[in-house]
């Protein structure tokens, strides 16, 4: 079961779109200079159908995009979510910051428009770093197309 600490309507976690951010705790990552440390502990409020359904009627008119931030430690319910969110709105895109290097095998790419990869990895810097290790992809036809230079251009 999901759970979530906070939201906000963000602009830059998804370049060109206007974000419904959900920061997710049970984080199993635990990088090194984590900027998020609380989201560590299993905590929060649960996130499911009925939560996201209310926030899409709430703010559907002012965002075209929803991302979850974390959730690595159970990725099926987020790409589970993120089905549910397409089924609902056609218009609203899926978004995920996963802190994995990689997409786990039982997930779908297919069910999210971009997917950022990649553990904070202090030294490295995050997206906008031209060092970083982390990867923004747009979802495009299939494939996983590298956007990350995007972060890099908006410094």
Not at 3 to 32: K, M, S
Not at 55 to 65: F, S
Request: with cysteine; net charge neutral.
């Amino acid at each position: 079961m999901l759970r979530f600490h906070n939201y906000d309507i963000v602009f830059q976690e998804v370049p060109g779109e206007v974000t419904l951010a959900v920061n997710l705790t049970n984080c199993p990552n635990r990088c090194v200079g984590c900027h998020s440390p609380h989201l560590q502990h299993d905590a929060g409020e649960i996130l499911d159908e009925g939560v996201l359904a209310t926030w899409l009627g709430n703010y559907g008119d002012a965002i075209t995009c929803l991302c979850f931030m974390g959730g690595d430690a159970e990725p099926c319910e987020v790409e589970r979510l993120a089905a549910f969110i397409r089924k609902k709105s056609n218009r609203i895109k899926t978004a995920w910051y996963s802190g994995k290097a990689t997409l786990p095998p039982e997930v779908s790419m297919l069910k999210f428009d971009y997917i950022k990869l990649g553990a904070y990895r202090q030294h490295l810097g995050g997206l906008n770093a031209p060092t970083t290790n982390q990867r923004f992809f747009r979802i495009e036809d299939g494939k996983m197309i590298d956007d990350t230079k995007k972060f890099q251009q908006l410094k």
